[in-house]
């Protein structure tokens, strides 16, 4: 397929990615486009009756079986909930996923976050991107660079985050609601506060702000001009 774009989601924890931008992804992959996420940690520490180890299991049965309802395909790093170092073992880690996976569309958490694991994956990602770009930087794969970025909306990195890209998506906003429901954390038993309803709310709210039924809020780095549209700036379905 000429044109052909592949999108990679950068979570800190299993279920991050998808929420943050699991309804582009399905957009995309259902018009013949690729797409990875990538789950830096399950998240495995936040179950109310399960040990961090089972629930771990659990959350990559179900970041598997969420990414295959998004048409994607889920990686996981072995990395622990509430522990991710930000140092050059990660980064390097990431940066040889990125060589591997070959994206031209990067998505991932903004720094200003209330979650040290999601700040840490904001400055994780922009040093694996780099380190993948750079040739000069010898690893197994060759470098692989050219690809545009974006930060997504979460309810716990809102600190200095503003909206410039609107994505409608209507089309996938179904499709995202399946994938999203494979968590137990969807369901309200493990946690109180009302990730559904909030991020169902949110597509609303920003599908309103877009003219569209729904939409997902995107923020690219620094310069860039607002956008509003049916599909990310230059990449067209």
């Known amino acids: ?101 070959k994206p031209d569309i990067m998505i991932t958490h903004w720094k200003g976050s209330m979650h040290k694991d999601h700040e840490a994956t904001y400055y994780i990602v922009q040093d694996a991107i780099f380190y993948a770009a750079l040739p000069a930087i010898k690893r197994e794969l060759p470098a692989h660079g050219c690809y545009t970025q974006f930060f997504a909306e979460n309810w716990e990195d809102p600190y200095g985050f503003e909206v410039d890209t609107y994505v409608d998506i209507t089309d996938s906003f179904d499709q995202w609601l399946r994938a999203v429901s494979e968590y137990e954390l969807f369901s309200g038993s493990i946690s109180d506060f009302r990730y559904l309803d909030y991020y169902k709310a949110l597509a609303v709210m920003r599908g309103c702000l877009a003219r569209k039924k729904y939409a997902v809020g995107l923020m690219r780095p620094k310069g860039a001009k607002v956008h509003k549209g049916d599909a990310l700036p230059g990449k067209p379905l």
Do not use: C, W
């Open 1 to 101: 397929m000429e044109g052909k774009h592949k999108i990679m989601v950068v979570g800190a924890h299993a279920a991050d990615a998808e929420i943050m931008a699991g309804a582009v992804v399905a957009k995309y992959t259902s018009s013949g486009h690729e797409a990875v996420l990538v789950h830096l940690t399950p998240g495995e520490k936040g179950h109310k009756t399960l040990s961090p180890e089972d629930y771990a299991k659990q959350k990559i049965e179900e970041g598997h079986r969420a990414a295959a309802a998004l048409g994607a395909k889920a990686i996981f790093l072995p990395y622990k909930d509430a522990e991710l170092p930000v140092n050059d073992e990660v980064k390097y880690a990431l940066a040889d996923i990125i060589r591997a996976e």
